[in-house]
């Protein structure tokens, strides 16, 4: 990409994720009850314990998928097409080679998962079997992940999410189609398969077509710039341990000392609060390219105005959405998935109450990976994921799935509140008060609506009809929105501006 073409708009890039994540949140809240409903709370739980630990496969790519994301952004916008391409080059080697190890780790550590779980007689060849299946999709993604990362590196947000929503489709069609036909626990797992085959497929065409300039070689590949990729990578990778400890232990810690099924419970608050940090980090996902290509030409004054702007949506969203999962995530969960999984309720305002102040800061995790900055931040994520491992395991044998929930909430806070606000303030060369600002209103907005629907009884009075529910959430979503942008309007109208798609206003 050379510097002096004009880079895709932000805004239409961040529309298009959330149109994506649209189509996710609707797939997941209809497909999720399809499925407990044939494979039941055990089988259920059986494919969300599966997916924990194969979340741990992430490890292998030694954060280079970060590294990639940032190189590749840099040398796009310098115009420096041979960096660019020794850089993807490197990064396809070293991804075949890590998805040829976690296929073949899969089908060595199925058995003795099986056994270490205690899965019961019936459901120990399916959880072999799905062990393997999903092994083998996560290889194939790990190439897959090198044509992505190409793709967004250039900000090319809007065809990759196209490609995402049509191979959630095919997952969907092909899970419906093989659940009905008996086929379980392999059906569901052989949909996930076909869809990234389908995936890895349209990320390839789209690389060769919309970016010819690009040439991954074996001649290309430098151990130079695998030395670079890993240097950055290494830090990038404890960050992902301490995520995926984060994000995974919590499920093999309840299917060790409580139940599959009490996993299968747990995962549902996972869910919801899951789509609540993805409605922001698919938004500020497309912030990270453009971080990094400013910081690339020298351009950190304008950088740190984006970081500042992307702080104060970022915290609209997050403690808004998080606001909404409180006051309405116990009616939603009586009535999507039944009582039986009325446990997850307090799991999931535990939950919310954590995610709310980290997803809030999530520009920021893209500001210091663009700066190559983010070494304190993996330390304290780290220190946040052991804490978090040892207060679970102290707390689940007394206060069960909640207990868990309260040892991923506690090093949360503590870590996002009085560290990372610190820190990133630092690098950025802004004062830390300046840093907080952005966040304090949609904060205090959403505190003071969630006290308010609390003693007005909206909270804990009985479970309402699902039309009624979906109408009260539209009303107190208006409510927020109107009372944080009303306050900012009345104290900075060109920013409220500038955040129209299409506006280009200085500021």
């Not at 599966?50 to 590294?67: D, E, K, M, Q, T």
């Not at 609540?276 to 910081?295: E, H, I, Q, S, Y």
């Not at 030409?297 to 702080?311: C, I, M």
């Not at 479970?463 to 009303?475: H, R, S, V």
Request: charged share 10%.
């Amino acid at each position: 990409m050379n510097p002096s073409h004009r880079r895709p708009s932000l805004k239409i890039n961040a529309i298009s994720n959330w149109a994506t994540l649209v189509v996710n949140i609707i797939v997941g809240l209809l497909l999720t009850p399809f499925i407990i409903k044939h494979l039941g709370k055990p089988g259920y739980g059986i494919w969300t314990l599966v997916g924990s630990f194969v979340g741990y496969y992430g490890l292998l790519n030694l954060g280079v998928r970060p590294a990639i994301m940032r190189y590749i952004a840099r040398y796009a916008g310098q115009g420096d097409e041979r960096s660019l391409n020794e850089t993807a080059s490197v990064a396809m080697v070293m991804f075949c080679c890590t998805g040829v190890l976690v296929v073949a780790a899969s089908f060595f550590l199925a058995g003795p998962l099986a056994q270490f779980f205690e899965v019961e007689p019936k459901h120990f060849d399916d959880f072999r079997y799905v062990v393997w299946i999903i092994g083998l999709t996560t290889g194939l993604g790990f190439p897959a992940h090198v044509f992505g990362a190409i793709l967004h590196a250039h900000e090319r947000f809007v065809v990759t999410n196209c490609v995402v929503v049509f191979t959630t489709l095919v997952r969907v069609g092909l899970t419906v189609y093989l659940l009905l036909s008996g086929e379980g626990l392999l059906g569901v797992a052989l949909s996930v398969f076909s869809s990234q085959v389908i995936g890895f497929g349209a990320n390839f065409l789209l690389c060769k077509y919309l970016m010819p300039q690009v040439h991954i070689r074996l001649a290309f590949a430098k151990l130079r710039v695998l030395r670079k990729l890993i240097i950055y990578g290494g830090v990038a990778t404890v960050v992902s341990v301490a995520d995926i400890m984060r994000g995974n232990l919590d499920s093999l810690v309840i299917g060790k000392w409580v139940s599959l099924s009490m996993v299968g419970i747990y995962g549902i608050a996972v869910i919801i609060k899951g789509y609540v940090v993805k409605l922001v980090v698919t938004g500020m996902g497309v912030l990270t390219p453009r971080f990094a290509a400013l910081d690339g030409t020298g351009k950190q004054a304008e950088a740190r105005q984006l970081l500042l702007k992307s702080l104060f949506v970022s915290s609209f969203l997050s403690f808004g959405g998080f606001m909404m999962a409180i006051v309405f995530g116990g009616h939603f969960i009586d009535l999507w998935v039944g009582k039986d999984f009325a446990d997850a309720v307090t799991v999931l305002y535990i939950l919310s109450i954590s995610s709310a102040f980290a997803v809030s800061q999530n520009p920021a995790i893209g500001f210091m990976y663009a700066l190559n900055k983010h070494y304190l931040y993996a330390i304290a994520t780290v220190i946040e994921a052991i804490v978090n491992l040892i207060l679970s395991i102290l707390l689940v044998s007394k206060y069960g799935i909640v207990g868990v929930a309260l040892g991923t909430m506690i090093p949360m806070l503590i870590v996002k509140i009085l560290v990372m606000p610190v820190y990133v303030s630092k690098i950025a060369g802004i004062g830390m008060l300046e840093y907080l600002k952005p966040m304090l209103l949609p904060f205090i907005v959403a505190l003071v609506m969630t006290l308010t629907a609390y003693y007005t009884g909206i909270i804990t009075q009985d479970t309402p009809a699902m039309g009624y529910l979906i109408c009260a959430g539209m009303i107190v979503g208006i409510v927020y929105v109107s009372a944080c942008f009303l306050v900012v309007w009345k104290y900075n109208p060109t920013f409220i501006m500038s955040l129209v798609p299409g506006r280009r206003v200085a500021g």
